[in-house]
């Protein structure tokens, strides 16, 4: 984990020996890695950067592309380099690189961390050993342990053992140091930068894509008070926490750009900054309206302050977040809270003790009310020019300008190259492929600490839950779940959605959006929400689409038809026990009295902001919607997911947006249609589920009871049809989603073009067919490849940030996918093609099975890794055992799956490799730019071409 001050080491485990062991190589691995001795000159030039032979695979140079002197020609590769082109291709990304750099003129905050793809070729071998002598060094270092009293103490021996031998360095802790930054700036500081675009077709690149614009607040030249700290985050809330908050309510509903951008306050670092603005502006007049309005809405907010019930109901937020503490990674997340302050050699205590903090922020607001809040903002905000004014605009040519300005690099570099270093880039780059095809020898690899299949635990990890038809005679599921929850209690109340006909499905997301942000008859979006965050600790809604096994399937896994599906609509929410007749209100309301007719505003903000996110997230993490495009051909039930959250998405959303503006009361009467079928569906479709400790859950049980018998919305004098079985039924939406996908999304090879340096190459195939079971080894040999072939060819070869190999026994379809991937797409789904044979082949040469199978070992112990995951929190807990029992699972198939994960051999690894080799119906789906794809088409390689930034 890097951060622009610090680099995070996390290791984690629920098995005691594999903790151990983890720690054991990652202590070696930062003080003592082959990095920065001879025998580790590759590293940087696999992990960092190297220039590498255009066309490198052709091994008999023919084809090769010569300079103008008759050399092979360079490019650039490196997995941290393929991580950064990436970065930079994302324009939320880029503005906040440059805001830091403009914002800290004269402190190490001024440089990008992560490293700019202009300057990483300037890093030299020297520099790279230099750095970690200097600053890799134990006096530099902090090490934090959570677990049992032996794990503490063994880690400490172990830590010991690593650290001590290495003395004390002053020097390395001294240089290390952050100076403040002060505020230097007479006048805010003003940018105009540009972010590449995909050219559109029909309009110039400005109207479809739009400016971004951000203001960036440097807030404090020396170390805040706790009090000081807790109230930026409270204010952080009061501004931008909901759709109601005044300073969001006011930039979404001027209608000048999108979506809102920034990260409000930023505390992670020495010195706190605060950030705001919007993306998908219109133009250059509206880009200065956002400036003023932004201003503005702050001089209103310093001459009007804030209510007290929305003080109130962000402290209770804020406060209650601090109580319930973090989730499974709690350790975790105590180190990183710590390092906020031990990292600056200030106490780690002063960012995890509160209690005093928030006793001094109430009294505070006894006696002054919004008098502080509003001081902040003048003090912090509106008096304060060291500021970042960042605008960056569209452009359609600059990722060609980048292009040519890198092969320009590399042209200029390696023309100085005498004959002897040029060749010498030649052999270093033999000797590294040589080095990436060698296996490690079995005396390196016997130095590695291992588990054997003794250490693992043969027991699959189960959650209570325990389940009561019909409760209390209200028609209504209730299932519970008795966990340690520090007195909390975690609601989630299920509702049925099968009934709303299939045309109308795209518009649950607008109606979810309602039910999230709105108001009731009575009381405004802001009075609502306000009293929801003042009396529990959140309320939500969500939609959950959920595979569920046939009825009279046995306990083996196989693959489902896909037809067997819940469609649930949640409510969730938390609070203490003493107020859960409140969230029951709560909930009622939100099912029966959210006012849609005035919340036009409120939705279009919402649906903008939505799309606009997604646009962005397939441009910066594409694989998402590569492997969900791919599964969306193979499978009806994937495909309706793919509909609702995938690429086919976007176009819905706009839509939406479109029926927005041309009849408001029409699309409300269809949402009302809507929420009225759902809320008088039949109780059978609905359920109960609570979490909680024991005496919590009893402390609950009466106003549980009164919610389901007299508070949840009744039949209303007309039964409804009982909810239909799905595990005996196909879901309603099935059919009528069976046709549109065979008329218009056939299986096919499709690109979606994005603007951006690196792409998301994937492909799929049915490996198993409906029916046919599936082992737990299919899991360990899907491992074996992302951590084996994945990772050493496409990932440290090719230089892609990220490799994967997923299969799903469920769909039994397998995908391999890349993240922010250098490559041409076509060199890398030859490289995908490979991967049956890579473990054909390790098994010929014995690979899989040599040293007592320690590679099938390994593979299993990391996929049992994965099933167990990490230690979850309370919420966490009721949530995974609720999945569990809607989709039909049972311990035995929990059981035996893991049984199969243990007992992989040799056979179930060439069984996986056979079925890869000769997947059926295999597909495409890369998410590039452009000129990606008219390289691939120079080479007669042709796609379904579509865009997702439009």
């Not at 490019?75 to 830091?100: H, N």
């Not at 995909?198 to 614009?213: I, K, P, Q, W, Y």
């Not at 799956?897 to 056979?907: L, P, Q, S």
Request: one cysteine or more.
């Amino acid at each position: 984990m890097t951060y622009p001050d610090r680099t995070v080491y996390p290791v984690a485990s629920r098995n005691k020996a594999d903790f151990r062991n983890l720690m054991d190589v990652y202590l070696d691995a930062v003080f003592h890695p082959r990095a920065v001795e001879d025998e580790g000159w590759w590293v940087l030039r696999q992990e960092g950067w190297r220039y590498d032979v255009v066309d490198a695979e052709d091994d008999n140079g023919e084809d090769r592309a010569l300079d103008n002197n008759g050399r092979a020609k360079f490019e650039y590769k490196g997995v941290v380099f393929s991580e950064m082109k990436g970065a930079y291709s994302d324009p939320e990304g880029l503005i906040d690189r440059i805001t830091q750099s403009l914002l800290f003129p004269d402190n190490p905050y001024h440089f990008d961390s992560g490293g700019d793809p202009a300057i990483i070729p300037t890093l030299t071998r020297e520099e790279f050993v230099e750095f970690h002598k200097k600053y890799y060094h134990p006096t530099n270092a902090r090490l934090f342990v959570a677990g049992d009293e032996s794990d503490v103490y063994h880690a400490l021996s172990m830590a010991d053992h690593y650290m001590t031998p290495m003395g004390y360095n002053p020097d390395s802790r001294k240089d290390s140091a952050i100076p403040y930054q002060q505020r230097t700036f007479h006048k805010p500081v003003s940018a105009r930068k540009p972010f590449a675009v995909a050219a559109s077709e029909d309009e110039d690149a400005e109207s479809t894509e739009g400016f971004m614009l951000c203001v960036t607040w440097l807030l404090n030249t020396q170390p805040m008070t706790p009090m000081m700290e807790l109230a930026w985050i409270v204010l952080d809330r009061l501004l931008l926490g909901k759709a109601s908050s005044p300073l969001k309510k006011s930039l979404e509903d001027s209608g000048l750009g999108e979506e809102i951008i920034g990260n409000g306050v930023d505390d992670e670092l020495l010195q706190s900054t605060f950030a705001i603005g919007m993306k998908g502006i219109k133009n250059r007049e509206d880009v200065n309206a956002l400036e003023d309005l932004i201003m503005d809405t702050f001089h209103k907010l310093d001459s009007d302050g804030f209510s007290e019930e929305e003080i109130a109901s962000s402290m209770n937020t804020i406060e209650f977040r601090l109580r319930e503490g973090g989730g499974g990674l709690r350790g975790m997340e105590v180190f990183l809270g710590a390092l906020s302050k031990w990292n600056y050699d200030l106490s780690p205590k002063d960012a995890l003790v509160y209690e005093d903090a928030l006793k001094a922020l109430k009294d505070e607001l006894k006696r002054t009310g919004s008098n502080i809040f509003q001081q902040m903002i003048r003090d912090f905000l509106l008096t304060n020019n060291h500021r970042v004014v960042l605008e960056l605009y569209p452009s359609t040519t600059l990722e060609g300008e980048q292009l040519k300005d890198q092969d320009l690099q590399i042209s200029r570099a390696q023309s100085r190259m005498s004959e002897q270093e040029y060749q010498s880039v030649l052999d270093d780059g033999i000797k590294l492929k040589q080095l990436q095809e060698t296996e490690e020898s079995p005396e390196v690899i016997a130095t590695n600490p291992a588990l054997s299949i003794s250490d693992i635990d043969t027991l699959a990890i189960e959650y209570p839950i325990q389940v009561e038809e019909n409760a209390f005679k209200s028609g209504v599921r209730l299932i519970t779940h008795e966990v340690v929850s520090s007195g909390i209690i975690y609601v989630r109340l299920a509702l049925d959605v099968s009934m709303i006909p299939y045309e109308e499905v795209t518009l649950l997301p607008a109606l979810i959006t309602l039910l999230n942000q709105a108001g009731t008859s009575d009381q405004s979006d802001a009075e609502f929400r306000n009293h929801i965050d003042t009396v529990t600790g959140g309320v939500s809604a969500d939609l959950e689409l959920m595979t569920v096994k046939p009825t009279g399937w046995d306990d083996d896994a196989k693959v489902l038809p896909g037809v067997n599906m819940l469609s649930l609509l949640f409510i969730s929410g938390k609070c203490t026990s003493d107020k859960i007749a409140d969230l029951f209100a709560i909930f009622e309301k939100v099912l029966t009295d959210i006012n849609f007719d005035d919340s036009k505003d409120i939705l279009r903000n919402g649906l903008k902001s939505s799309l606009s996110s997604k646009k962005s997230s397939v441009a910066s993490s594409g694989h998402h919607y590569v492997d969900k495009r791919i599964r969306g051909r193979y499978s009806v039930r994937n495909y309706i997911d793919e509909k609702i959250y995938g690429v086919s998405s976007l176009d819905d959303e706009q839509e939406i947006l479109d029926s927005i503006e041309a009849d408001w009361s029409t699309f409300v009467l269809r949402l009302d249609n809507m929420r009225q079928a759902i809320v008088n569906g039949n109780r059978n479709g609905m359920l109960l589920d609570m979490t909680g400790d024991g005496s919590v859950l009893e402390a609950v049980m009466d106003s549980a009871e009164d919610f389901l018998v007299n508070k949840l919305p009744l039949d209303l004098g007309i039964t409804a049809p009982p909810t239909p079985d799905f595990r005996r039924v196909d879901h309603p939406w099935i059919a009528p989603a069976r046709e549109e996908m065979m008329k218009s999304d056939p299986i096919q090879d499709e690109g979606i073009v994005v603007s951006t340096q690196v792409a998301y190459v994937g492909e799929g195939g049915r490996l198993y067919d409906v029916g046919e079971q599936v082992g737990g080894s299919t899991s360990v040999v899907s491992h074996y490849l992302t951590t084996g072939y994945m990772w050493d060819v496409i990932r440290a070869k090719n230089g892609a940030y990220g490799a994967y190999s997923k299969f799903s026994s469920s769909d039994g379809v397998a995908t391999l996918y890349t993240y922010r991937d250098p490559n041409v797409p076509d060199n890398t789904l030859d490289a995908f093609h490979g991967a049956a044979d890579s473990i054909l082949q390790d098994n010929a040469s014995s690979s899989l099975t040599r040293n007592n199978n320690a590679a099938i070992t390994t593979a299993i112990i990391g996929t049992i890794g994965s099933l167990d995951g990490s230690a979850l929190s309370a919420e966490d807990a009721g949530y995974v055992a609720l999945v569990r029992y809607l989709r039909g699972e049972s311990s035995i198939s929990r059981q035996k799956w893991r049984n199969d994960v243990i007992g992989t051999n040799a056979e179930d690894f060439v069984d996986f490799a056979n079925r890869l080799k000769q997947w059926k119906q295999p597909s495409k789906a890369i998410v590039a730019s452009q000129s990606a794809f008219d390289e691939m088409s120079a080479r007669g390689i042709e796609l379904s071409l579509s865009k997702a930034q439009r």
